[in-house]
């Protein structure tokens, strides 16, 4: 039998990967609010009450702009649709679980923390599914999810804060580097789970065509060039799934 005590700290170190990535991606959320004129305790307020990387990045500018309140809370909305999904994907095994103590746990679900606990979750044996009502099963389920979102998301909050302190002494321009640390970050979360030969040649094509792309197109080039690359790999690799047939 797994104790509560063990499941959560399973939890927290599965989480440490997540904390490696969110040293960097949560210092340069605090030097980006630091250079768009927020107060710390903003970005820290901020990192706690909507705790999304890319919603906190996206409302940076139209919130040292001024821009009115309806617009910033109707961006992160949008933007932190995304959370409804894997809530739902999450649910099902906390099935029986306390009702307070799930709620709770909603406000911890990122793109970060839905990942480890749901490739755990399914995982476990049909004998111990939470499809069969195991409400014991289910509270392990949940301590082990908090285990890695409550403390990624204790690393997330004092990351911005400590980056919003650093931002003082981080060099003049620094700030035109903070926007390939998102995406950077979630390409090394996608670099997890690539596997097969097209999704490689995807990678080193989108690479080669994306520069000229971009050069023909500062806004677009880059995107639509990947976009068709991905598309034309795609179609060759049905073509030969389906001749295989």
């Not at 927020?38 to 919130?63: H, K, N, R, T």
């Not at 709770?104 to 939470?130: D, K």
């Not at 792309?213 to 068709?228: D, E, K, N, R």
Request: aromatic share 14%; with cysteine.
């Amino acid at each position: 039998m797994v104790h509560s005590g063990s499941a959560f700290r399973d939890g927290a170190t599965a989480a440490i990967p997540i904390w490696i990535a969110f040293v960097p991606y949560s210092f340069a959320l605090g030097i980006a609010a630091k250079t768009h004129g927020l107060e710390l305790e903003e970005i820290v307020l901020m990192s706690v009450l909507v705790y999304s990387g890319p919603a906190q990045f996206a409302v940076l500018e139209p919130l040292g702009s001024g821009k009115p309140a309806l617009q910033i809370l109707l961006a992160t909305f949008l933007i932190n649709l995304r959370f409804l999904v894997m809530s739902a994907a999450l649910a099902p095994y906390f099935r029986g679980a306390r009702r307070a103590a799930v709620l709770f746990c909603s406000h911890f679900v990122s793109a970060s923390s839905f990942v480890l606990p749901y490739i755990r979750f399914q995982q476990q044996p049909a004998s111990s599914s939470q499809y069969e009502g195991g409400g014991r099963n289910a509270e392990e389920n949940l301590r082990y999810f908090l285990g890695v979102a409550m403390t990624s998301f204790a690393v997330w909050v004092m990351g911005s804060g400590l980056g919003y302190g650093v931002a003082l002494s981080v060099p003049a321009g620094f700030e035109e580097v903070l926007r390939f640390v998102l995406p950077g970050y979630f390409a090394c979360m996608l670099a997890t789970e690539l596997k097969g030969w097209t999704i490689w040649l995807i990678i080193v094509a989108s690479f080669f065509t994306a520069v000229p792309g971009s050069l023909l197109s500062p806004v677009w080039g880059w995107l639509c060039t990947t976009l068709a690359v991905v598309t034309v790999f795609w179609g060759i690799e049905q073509w030969i799934r389906c001749g295989s047939r």
